[in-house]
């Protein structure tokens, strides 16, 4: 069963930081493109960072330089790194990966809140 498990969400105040981790079964994310979404309050999910099967990654302008995607081979797993969290960063964080189906594979997300 191919399976994708999020944790490390949670509560913190405005420019703390947190780490997000993602672990996967039945699925290799070495393989595969893979990331993190995000869904605001009101707002559409939206791509916050990816990392392709070569390592490359790529980041939303508004998390450039605060946040850093990762990856463990050996673990199987993807990590986002956020430091100096603002309120705006609040949301539900979706871990991603895109097969070579072109299937998308979705977390069952994990809840980010930042207060003031």
């Known amino acids: 069963q191919v399976q994708l498990v999020e944790s490390g969400g949670g509560a913190v105040q405005t420019g703390e930081s947190l780490r997000l981790s993602c672990a996967a079964s039945g699925i290799n994310f070495r393989f595969n493109l893979s990331g993190w979404y995000r869904q605001g309050p009101g707002k559409q999910r939206e791509l916050v960072a990816q990392i392709t099967s070569g390592g490359n990654t790529n980041y939303a302008d508004s998390v450039k330089g605060r946040f850093t995607i990762s990856r463990d081979n050996t673990k199987n797993t993807v990590h986002l790194q956020m430091n100096s969290l603002t309120a705006e960063d609040t949301a539900v964080y979706y871990c991603?990966?895109?097969?070579?189906?072109?299937?998308?594979?979705w977390g069952q997300g994990t809840q980010v809140t930042v207060s003031s």
């Open positions: 991603w990966l895109r097969t070579w189906g072109s299937v998308d594979l």
